[in-house]
C-alpha cells in the first residue's frame, strides 16, 4: 500500500478503533509519518498489494511467568493464547522478538516454564532482551545461561534480517538511586561502531525492555542516557524503537525516529502516574483480555520503512 | 493524533490495594520473629549455665544483634535509614504484592527477587554507609549506616 492510502485511511482507521476498543490497530510508516488504520482495511489491501508487504517479526513482551496475583492468576493461559494468536497468522513472521520480562522473579523454574511454553511457536527463531525480572536472581545468571549466546553475555547485540539492521540493547543493569534505566558508556561506544558505515537508508530497528526515552520519570519509565542513542541514530531514514516494561501502549515520532511500547501477555499496568505506584493493575475479567497482546511488524519495500500491527487477546 | 492511544482510559477508576490492608498485615507479621526470639532466648537460657553478668558492651552488642528488621511494603523501605553496630545482621521482609529486590549500589550485598513475605539477610561487618536500592523499581532508595 502507498503512504497515500495511509494518510487517506487514518481518519477512518481511528473512527473503527475506538468503536472495537483498541481490538487492533496498524501504524503505516512512511516517511517518518504514523498513521493508523484498521486491520479489516489493512487486510483487504494487503491481499492487493501481497508481493510488497512481508511480515517480518512478531514482538511480545512482559510475559511474567511466575506472575500468579489477582490481575492475572493464569500468565501461562494468556502466554498460550498469543502463541495461538502468533500460530493463526496467515503468513508466518520471520521471527518472534521478546523484549524481556519473560519471567517474574528470575526463577529457573519460570525461566524453564516459559521455554515451554515458546517452544510452542510455529516460529523456530526467537530474539531476546531481559527485563529487570529477569536480572532479579542474585547473580543475574539464569538469563544469561539461556539466552546469553546471541550477545557473548553482553546483553546487547545486532543482526540483520531481510535487509533491516536489527539491534538489541540491555538497559536493565546497573541501576543507580532514583534513577532510570541505563544503556552506559561501553554499550554506547559499541552502538557508535556497530551503525558506524551502514547507509542511511537501511530501516534500523532498536529494542530493549525500557522505554529508551522518557515516559514518566517518578516511575522510572525512560532510560537515562537514551539521548546519546538517538543522537547515532538520527541519520537514517527509518528507525523503529520498540521496548516493553511499562504494559500498554505508548508512542512517540520524533523525525524518523518511532518509538513503541508493547502490551504485556500478561497483566496492564496504570497509565502513568495513575496510583502510588507502578504495579499491576486489576480490570474486570471480561476486560483482561482487550489490554493483552502483542506487535506486528511488516516491512514495506516502496519505500523502505516499517508498518507496525498492535493486537490484543479479545 | 494523539501520541498516547488511550487503552485502560476506562479503568482509571481502579485501585491498587488499599494501604490500610497491608499495614495490618505488616504488624501481624513482624509480631511473630519477635515472639521467636523470645522463645530462643528462653530456652538457650535454660539450656546453659548462667553467664556471668553482660558488660555494658556486651549489652550493646546484644541489642544489635537482635536482627533489625527492614519491611519492604508499598514500594518503600521502611525504616529508609537504619543505624546499626558492626556485627549486626539486617533483615528485609517484603510485603508487596509485587517483588522487590535490596541491592547495595557498591555491590556489597545483593538478595535475589524477594516475592511477598520473603525475606533477606545480611551481616554488617564493617563500618560505613551502605546505599541500596531495589533493582527492578529504583526509585526505592535505603541506606544502612554501620558505626
Given at each position: 500500500?502507498?503512504s497515500?492510502?495511509?494518510?487517506a485511511?487514518?481518519?477512518?482507521?481511528?473512527?473503527?478503533?475506538?468503536a472495537?476498543?483498541?481490538?487492533?490497530t496498524l501504524f503505516?510508516?512512511?516517511?517518518g509519518?504514523l498513521?493508523?488504520?484498521d486491520?479489516?482495511?489493512?487486510?483487504?489491501?494487503?491481499?492487493?498489494s501481497?508481493?510488497?508487504?512481508?511480515?517480518?517479526?512478531?514482538?511480545?513482551?512482559?510475559?511474567h511467568?511466575?506472575f500468579?496475583?489477582?490481575?492475572?492468576?493464569d500468565?501461562a493461559?494468556?502466554?498460550?493464547?498469543?502463541?495461538?494468536?502468533?500460530?493463526g497468522?496467515?503468513?508466518?513472521?520471520?521471527?518472534?522478538?521478546?523484549t524481556?520480562?519473560i519471567?517474574?522473579l528470575?526463577?529457573a523454574?519460570?525461566?524453564?516454564?516459559?521455554a515451554?511454553?515458546?517452544?510452542e511457536?510455529?516460529v523456530?527463531?526467537?530474539?531476546?532482551?531481559?527485563?529487570?525480572?529477569?536480572?532479579?536472581?542474585?547473580?543475574?545468571?539464569?538469563?544469561?545461561?539461556?539466552?546469553?549466546?546471541?550477545?557473548?553475555?553482553?546483553g546487547?547485540?545486532?543482526?540483520?534480517?531481510?535487509?533491516?539492521?536489527?539491534?538489541?540493547?540491555i538497559?536493565v543493569?546497573?541501576?543507580?538511586?532514583?534513577g532510570?534505566?541505563?544503556?552506559?558508556?561501553e554499550?554506547?561506544?559499541?552502538?557508535e561502531a556497530?551503525?558506524?558505515g551502514r547507509?542511511?537508508?537501511?530501516?534500523?530497528v532498536?529494542?530493549?525492555?525500557m522505554?529508551?526515552?522518557?515516559?514518566?520519570?517518578p516511575?522510572?519509565?525512560?532510560t537515562?542516557?537514551?539521548?546519546?542513542m538517538?543522537?547515532y541514530?538520527?541519520?537514517?531514514?527509518?528507525?523503529?524503537?520498540l521496548?516493553?516494561?511499562?504494559?500498554?501502549?505508548?508512542?512517540?515520532?520524533?523525525?524518523?525516529?518511532?518509538?513503541?511500547?508493547?502490551?504485556?501477555?500478561?497483566?496492564?499496568?496504570?497509565?502513568?502516574?495513575?496510583?502510588?505506584?507502578?504495579g499491576?493493575?486489576?480490570?474486570?475479567?471480561e476486560?483482561?483480555?482487550k489490554?493483552?497482546?502483542?506487535?506486528?511488524?511488516t516491512?514495506?519495500?516502496?519505500?523502505?520503512?516499517?508498518a507496525?500491527?498492535?493486537?490484543?487477546?479479545a | 493524533?494523539?501520541?498516547?492511544e488511550?487503552?485502560g482510559?476506562a479503568?482509571?477508576?481502579?485501585r491498587?490495594p488499599q494501604?490500610?490492608?497491608?499495614?495490618?498485615?505488616?504488624?501481624?507479621?513482624?509480631?511473630?520473629?519477635?515472639l521467636a526470639?523470645?522463645?530462643?532466648?528462653?530456652?538457650?537460657r535454660?539450656?546453659?549455665?548462667?553467664?556471668?553478668a553482660?558488660?555494658?558492651?556486651?549489652?550493646?552488642q546484644a541489642r544489635?544483634?537482635?536482627?533489625?528488621?527492614?519491611?519492604?511494603?508499598?514500594f518503600s523501605f521502611s525504616?529508609?535509614?537504619l543505624?546499626?553496630?558492626?556485627?549486626?545482621?539486617?533483615?528485609?521482609?517484603?510485603?508487596?504484592?509485587e517483588?522487590?529486590?535490596v541491592?547495595?549500589?557498591?555491590?556489597q550485598?545483593?538478595s535475589?527477587?524477594?516475592?511477598?513475605?520473603?525475606s533477606f539477610?545480611?551481616k554488617?561487618v564493617?563500618?560505613?554507609t551502605?546505599?541500596?536500592?531495589?533493582?527492578?523499581h529504583?526509585?526505592?532508595?535505603?541506606?544502612i549506616?554501620?558505626?
Amino acid at each position: 500500500m502507498s503512504s497515500d492510502d495511509s494518510i487517506a485511511a487514518s481518519r477512518r482507521g481511528v473512527l473503527k478503533c475506538l468503536a472495537f476498543g483498541g481490538a487492533g490497530t496498524l501504524f503505516g510508516l512512511a516517511g517518518g509519518v504514523l498513521a493508523p488504520l484498521d486491520l479489516a482495511l489493512a487486510a483487504t489491501k494487503g491481499r492487493k498489494s501481497a508481493p510488497l508487504d512481508t511480515p517480518l517479526f512478531v514482538q511480545i513482551s512482559d510475559t511474567h511467568i511466575g506472575f500468579n496475583k489477582e490481575a492475572n492468576p493464569d500468565v501461562a493461559g494468556t502466554l498460550k493464547q498469543t502463541i495461538d494468536l502468533v500460530n493463526g497468522m496467515p503468513v508466518k513472521p520471520a521471527f518472534i522478538l521478546h523484549t524481556g520480562d519473560i519471567t517474574h522473579l528470575s526463577k529457573a523454574s519460570e525461566f524453564d516454564t516459559a521455554a515451554q511454553l515458546l517452544s510452542e511457536l510455529k516460529v523456530s527463531e526467537l530474539h531476546t532482551t531481559p527485563g529487570e525480572h529477569d536480572m532479579a536472581d542474585a547473580s543475574a545468571s539464569e538469563y544469561f545461561n539461556r539466552y546469553g549466546k546471541a550477545s557473548a553475555n553482553r546483553g546487547y547485540y545486532s543482526f540483520d534480517t531481510r535487509g533491516v539492521h536489527f539491534v538489541g540493547l540491555i538497559n536493565v543493569l546497573n541501576f543507580k538511586p532514583n534513577g532510570l534505566g541505563a544503556l552506559g558508556s561501553e554499550q554506547l561506544e559499541w552502538l557508535e561502531a556497530d551503525l558506524k558505515g551502514r547507509s542511511a537508508s537501511t530501516p534500523i530497528v532498536v529494542f530493549a525492555h525500557m522505554p529508551l526515552w522518557t515516559i514518566y520519570e517518578p516511575w522510572g519509565w525512560g532510560t537515562g542516557d537514551a539521548d546519546q542513542m538517538t543522537s547515532y541514530l538520527r541519520r537514517f531514514g527509518s528507525v523503529t524503537v520498540l521496548n516493553g516494561h511499562i504494559h500498554q501502549i505508548v508512542q512517540k515520532v520524533e523525525g524518523n525516529l518511532t518509538f513503541h511500547t508493547a502490551r504485556s501477555t500478561a497483566f496492564p499496568q496504570a497509565t502513568a502516574g495513575n496510583g502510588p505506584a507502578p504495579g499491576p493493575l486489576k480490570v474486570p475479567a471480561e476486560q483482561l483480555q482487550k489490554m493483552l497482546g502483542l506487535s506486528s511488524v511488516t516491512l514495506k519495500r516502496h519505500p523502505s520503512a516499517l508498518a507496525l500491527t498492535d493486537s490484543t487477546l479479545a | 493524533m494523539s501520541t498516547v492511544e488511550p487503552v485502560g482510559a476506562a479503568f482509571e477508576g481502579a485501585r491498587l490495594p488499599q494501604p490500610a490492608a497491608r499495614a495490618v498485615r505488616h504488624i501481624s507479621q513482624t509480631s511473630l520473629p519477635a515472639l521467636a526470639i523470645m522463645i530462643v532466648a528462653s530456652l538457650a537460657r535454660a539450656a546453659t549455665p548462667l553467664p556471668p553478668a553482660p558488660s555494658a558492651a556486651a549489652a550493646a552488642q546484644a541489642r544489635s544483634t537482635q536482627e533489625p528488621t527492614i519491611s519492604i511494603h508499598d514500594f518503600s523501605f521502611s525504616p529508609v535509614s537504619l543505624t546499626v553496630a558492626v556485627g549486626a545482621t539486617v533483615s528485609w521482609k517484603n510485603l508487596d504484592p509485587e517483588p522487590h529486590t535490596v541491592r547495595s549500589v557498591d555491590d556489597q550485598f545483593r538478595s535475589g527477587a524477594l516475592d511477598q513475605n520473603d525475606s533477606f539477610s545480611f551481616k554488617f561487618v564493617k563500618p560505613g554507609t551502605y546505599r541500596y536500592v531495589c533493582s527492578i523499581h529504583p526509585q526505592m532508595v535505603g541506606t544502612i549506616t554501620v558505626k
